[in-house]
């Protein structure tokens, strides 16, 4: 396969020689009796690593944040959730779907917090007329966006107030540490449970990890059973996680770095708008006049660049793009724009 260079994610990344070589080593057992030893070490390294009682290997993200919204909230409660967040909109309505829990979304603030006075508005009189809320629901990075670590400790304290439970989906929440440069329990220890991605820019083929103490850890195993995520020799797939979270933490900065030069190079270019002017962690996003650059995306298809096709344009670094790459990709723009 020719060797694109795939900015339209991060979860293009691909297993490296050595990670795949830790997948082989992996001893393995059946992970539904609990035997798996490379699953227990993935989940007590991250549970160590984020500062909680316990973690769990799941299958997916989205996996991840249903098994949480179904351990923090029963049938017919609610959660307050961003209006177009991550567990609202792109997980095909899970929660209500499967957990019979009901979202209340807030729109979001352009820095990617939730206004809290917003979300104390929405929180409804303990009434039978209304579903009550358990949860409030932060993601940390937004489309790219940190969480400033004072708003989080409002956030905890918010909730303790209003005897919520707060979850984090932190897909990206490795971004959001390596870019304050802070240890990544300082952003996780203000969180009931926090779920992280470790097949996006960490670079593992497949698998999250979600956190949270013993009774949270110990209802969401059982619902992870229920929606068939009990994997067996799934140590294959944690060694990966384990190799991920030891190797391809501290390497995030270096996809900072070039997503920062990338839009450095872009935001010099006429007929490129850099939201922000500036890179958010890993990611860039540009506005483009569509009447301009209706063949934008194939021209940069057949120049080895992938991108999606949006009315803005995400574009992600990650580690299987490269300093050299970023500079191809932004000539590949200035000729593009240039002929125009
Ligand atoms: C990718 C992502 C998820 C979940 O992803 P999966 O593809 O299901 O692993 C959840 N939240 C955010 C913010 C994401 O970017």
Same mark, same amino acid.
């Given at each position: ?163 919520? /439970?707060?979850?984090?989906?932190? *897909?990206?929440?490795?971004?959001? =540490?390596?870019? #304050?440069?802070?240890?990544? %329990? &300082? @952003? ?58 030891? /190797?391809?933490?501290?390497?995030? *900065?270096?996809?900072?770095?070039? =997503?920062?030069? #990338?839009?450095?190079?872009? %935001? &010099? @270019? ?71």
């Amino acid at each position: 396969m020719a060797a694109y260079i795939d900015l339209r994610s991060d979860t293009v990344t691909r297993p490296s020689e050595e990670m795949r070589l830790a997948m082989y080593r992996a001893e393995v057992g059946d992970d539904v009796y609990g035997e798996d030893p490379t699953v227990n070490a993935l989940e007590e390294l991250a549970a160590e690593k984020l500062n909680s009682e316990f973690a769990l290997f799941v299958s997916s993200g989205t996996q991840s944040n249903l098994l949480a919204l179904m351990s923090h909230c029963r049938r017919g409660e609610e959660y307050i959730v961003g209006q177009d967040a991550h567990t609202y909109k792109y997980e095909a309505g899970g929660a209500a779907v499967l957990g019979s829990i009901q979202p209340q979304p807030v729109d979001f603030e352009e820095d990617g917090t939730l206004d809290l006075k917003k979300v104390e508005e929405v929180i409804k009189p303990d009434d039978f007329h209304f579903a009550q809320a358990r949860l409030l629901c932060l993601e940390n990075t937004k489309s790219g966006k940190v969480l400033p670590m004072e708003y989080l400790k409002q956030a905890s304290d918010f909730v303790a107030e209003k005897n919520l /439970n707060l979850h984090l989906d932190g *897909a990206r929440i490795f971004n959001a =540490a390596v870019e #304050l440069n802070v240890d990544v %329990s &300082r @952003i996780s220890t203000f969180f009931d449970s926090v779920s992280v991605c470790l097949s996006k820019g960490l670079g593992a083929p497949v698998g999250s990890v979600l956190c949270g103490n013993r009774d949270f850890i110990r209802s969401a195993l059982k619902w992870r059973k229920m929606l068939g995520g009990g994997m067996r020799q799934a140590g294959i797939l944690a060694a990966a996680g384990i190799f991920a979270l030891e /190797n391809n933490v501290n390497r995030l *900065a270096e996809d900072h770095e070039n =997503a920062e030069i #990338l839009a450095g190079g872009l %935001s &010099r @270019i006429d007929g490129i708008t850099v939201e922000d002017g500036k890179a958010r962690t890993n990611m860039v996003f540009i506005s483009v006049d569509p009447a301009v650059s209706a063949d934008l995306t194939d021209y940069l298809k057949e120049r080895g660049i992938l991108i999606s096709p949006r009315p803005v344009i995400r574009l992600v670094t990650h580690l299987n793009v490269s300093r050299e790459d970023i500079h191809k990709v932004v000539e590949a723009f200035e000729h593009y724009f240039s002929r125009k």
